[in-house]
Protein backbone atom coordinates (compact mmCIF):
# COMPACT_ATOMS: atom_id res chain seq x y z
CA UNK A 1 0.00 0.00 0.00
CA UNK A 2 2.75 2.42 1.22
CA UNK A 3 5.40 3.60 -1.35
CA UNK A 4 7.84 5.46 1.35
CA UNK A 5 7.47 7.13 4.31
CA UNK A 6 10.50 8.50 6.68
CA UNK A 7 11.33 10.03 10.27
CA UNK A 8 13.49 12.62 11.46
CA UNK A 9 15.62 11.66 14.31
CA UNK A 10 18.15 13.06 16.60
CA UNK A 11 21.08 10.57 16.49
CA UNK A 12 21.30 8.25 13.27
CA UNK A 13 23.93 6.06 15.65
CA UNK A 14 21.42 5.33 17.77
CA UNK A 15 18.17 5.19 15.30
CA UNK A 16 20.43 2.55 13.25
CA UNK A 17 21.10 0.32 16.28
CA UNK A 18 17.35 0.04 16.90
CA UNK A 19 16.42 -0.22 13.26
CA UNK A 20 19.31 -2.75 12.49
CA UNK A 21 18.04 -4.76 15.46
CA UNK A 22 14.43 -4.67 14.67
CA UNK A 23 14.31 -5.62 11.19
CA UNK A 24 16.06 -9.05 11.49
CA UNK A 25 13.29 -10.94 13.14
CA UNK A 26 10.77 -8.80 10.70
CA UNK A 27 12.83 -10.19 7.42
CA UNK A 28 14.03 -6.77 6.57
CA UNK A 29 17.26 -5.13 6.03
CA UNK A 30 18.42 -1.58 6.55
CA UNK A 31 20.88 0.28 3.76
CA UNK A 32 23.18 2.67 3.67
CA UNK A 33 22.31 5.71 1.39
CA UNK A 34 24.43 8.77 2.69
CA UNK A 35 26.14 9.97 6.17
CA UNK A 36 22.77 11.50 6.85
CA UNK A 37 20.06 8.70 6.44
CA UNK A 38 19.65 4.91 5.41
CA UNK A 39 16.75 3.00 4.35
CA UNK A 40 14.77 -0.24 5.95
CA UNK A 41 13.13 -2.12 3.95
CA UNK A 42 12.32 -5.55 2.30
CA UNK A 43 16.43 -6.65 1.71
CA UNK A 44 19.45 -4.39 0.26
CA UNK A 45 18.18 -5.46 -3.25
CA UNK A 46 14.52 -4.72 -2.73
CA UNK A 47 13.96 -1.78 -0.65
CA UNK A 48 10.62 -0.44 -1.79
CA UNK A 49 8.23 -0.16 0.25
CA UNK A 50 10.84 1.68 2.68
CA UNK A 51 10.70 3.83 5.83
CA UNK A 52 13.44 6.49 5.43
CA UNK A 53 15.40 7.18 8.36
CA UNK A 54 17.67 10.38 9.02
CA UNK A 55 18.92 13.52 10.25
CA UNK A 56 17.73 16.01 7.51
CA UNK A 57 15.30 18.31 7.90
CA UNK A 58 12.57 17.84 5.33
CA UNK A 59 11.82 20.91 3.22
CA UNK A 60 8.00 19.71 3.82
CA UNK A 61 8.06 20.20 7.64
CA UNK A 62 6.39 23.76 8.97
CA UNK A 63 7.95 26.12 11.27
CA UNK A 64 8.82 24.89 15.00
CA UNK A 65 8.99 21.01 13.91
CA UNK A 66 11.88 19.07 15.56
CA UNK A 67 12.75 15.59 15.77
CA UNK A 68 10.62 14.02 18.69
CA UNK A 69 8.09 16.66 18.45
CA UNK A 70 5.87 15.08 15.85
CA UNK A 71 6.21 11.28 16.60
CA UNK A 72 4.95 9.12 14.10
CA UNK A 73 3.71 5.65 14.29
CA UNK A 74 4.59 2.84 12.07
CA UNK A 75 3.43 -0.74 12.05
CA UNK A 76 5.40 -3.83 10.31
CA UNK A 77 3.27 -6.56 9.19
CA UNK A 78 4.84 -9.95 11.59
CA UNK A 79 4.16 -13.61 10.48
CA UNK A 80 3.73 -15.16 13.57
CA UNK A 81 2.95 -14.23 17.14
CA UNK A 82 7.14 -15.31 18.12
CA UNK A 83 7.86 -12.90 15.28
CA UNK A 84 6.34 -10.14 16.94
CA UNK A 85 8.03 -11.32 20.49
CA UNK A 86 11.15 -11.23 18.61
CA UNK A 87 10.90 -7.93 17.36
CA UNK A 88 9.68 -6.61 21.14
CA UNK A 89 13.16 -8.38 22.74
CA UNK A 90 15.19 -6.71 19.61
CA UNK A 91 13.81 -3.47 20.48
CA UNK A 92 13.91 -2.86 23.96
CA UNK A 93 17.96 -4.61 23.91
CA UNK A 94 18.56 -1.99 21.10
CA UNK A 95 17.52 0.75 23.43
CA UNK A 96 13.94 0.93 22.19
CA UNK A 97 11.55 1.19 25.33
CA UNK A 98 8.47 -0.60 26.19
CA UNK A 99 4.87 0.69 24.96
CA UNK A 100 2.75 -2.29 24.82
CA UNK A 101 3.81 -5.79 25.48
CA UNK A 102 3.22 -8.56 23.08
CA UNK A 103 -0.19 -9.16 22.95
CA UNK A 104 -3.62 -10.03 21.44
CA UNK A 105 -5.35 -6.31 20.51
CA UNK A 106 -9.13 -8.00 20.21
CA UNK A 107 -10.25 -4.64 19.52
CA UNK A 108 -8.64 -4.32 15.90
CA UNK A 109 -8.43 -8.48 15.36
CA UNK A 110 -4.55 -8.92 15.77
CA UNK A 111 -1.56 -9.59 18.04
CA UNK A 112 1.04 -6.95 18.46
CA UNK A 113 3.02 -5.42 20.52
CA UNK A 114 4.26 -1.10 20.72
CA UNK A 115 7.43 -0.05 21.23
CA UNK A 116 9.33 3.43 21.03
CA UNK A 117 12.17 4.29 18.99
CA UNK A 118 15.57 6.65 20.38
CA UNK A 119 12.90 9.19 19.50
CA UNK A 120 9.91 8.23 20.53
CA UNK A 121 7.98 7.54 17.56
CA UNK A 122 5.86 4.34 18.12
CA UNK A 123 6.81 1.55 16.34
CA UNK A 124 4.52 -1.76 16.18
CA UNK A 125 5.10 -5.26 14.71
CA UNK A 126 1.47 -7.03 14.08
CA UNK A 127 0.26 -10.41 13.24
CA UNK A 128 -2.92 -11.31 11.89
CA UNK A 129 -3.11 -14.97 11.79
CA UNK A 130 -6.27 -17.14 12.60
CA UNK A 131 -4.96 -17.60 15.91
CA UNK A 132 -4.03 -13.91 16.81
CA UNK A 133 -6.62 -12.56 19.20
CA UNK A 134 -5.34 -15.65 21.71
CA UNK A 135 -2.61 -15.09 24.28
Known amino acids: MLDHT ?3 VTDLEAARRFYDAIAEPLGLATKSMAPEFFLLGKSQEESLPYLWIGTLIPSYWI ?7 NQM ?3 FRADSKATVKAFYDAALEAG ?9 REQFGYYGAFVLDPDGNNIEAVY ?3 DANED
Open 128 to 130: RGP
Open 6 to 8: GIV
Open 96 to 104: GRDNGPPGP
Open 63 to 69: EGSKPGI
Open 73 to 75: HVA
